[in-house]
Nanobody, 119 residues
Framework: QVQLVESGGGLVQPGGSLRLSCAAS????????MAWYRQGPGKERELVAS???????DYADSVKGRFTISRDNAKNTIYLQMNSLTPEDTAVYHC?????????????WGKGTLVTVSS
């Protein structure tokens, strides 16, 4: 069984920064990709940042230049450094790992951490 636990969310003023963490535990093998998603109030879930199989990163246009995804392979942990936050970044942030096994590719999701950007 695989579990993902996010942390680091909270209330921050516009222009501030937060660093989210996502720690994976369990049988972590054959990682296909790792990603951060978010879902704001009244909005659909959107991809924020990701690592693909080749290790390349991808970002939503709305966060390019402000957010940075990173990872610590030894700890099976990914991070999301968020700078220059705006109220539009308010959302529940979820991490996702896609793992490959004999069953094929399986997505595992964390329960999320709330980020609120407000003065």
């Amino acid at each position: 069984q695989v579990q993902l636990v996010e942390s680091g969310g909270g209330l921050v003023q516009p222009g501030g920064s937060l660093r989210l963490s996502c720690a994976a535990s369990g049988s972590i093998r054959s990682i296909l990709d790792m990603a951060w998603y978010r879902q704001g109030p009244g909005k659909e879930r959107e991809l924020v940042a990701s690592f693909n199989l080749g290790g390349s990163t991808d970002y939503a246009d709305s966060v390019k230049g402000r957010f940075t995804i990173s990872r610590d392979n030894a700890k099976n942990t990914i991070y999301l450094q968020m700078n220059s936050l705006t109220p539009e970044d308010t959302a529940v942030y979820h991490c996702k790992f896609t793992l490959f096994s004999f069953r094929g590719a399986t997505d595992y999701w964390g329960k999320g951490t709330l980020v609120t950007v407000s003065s």
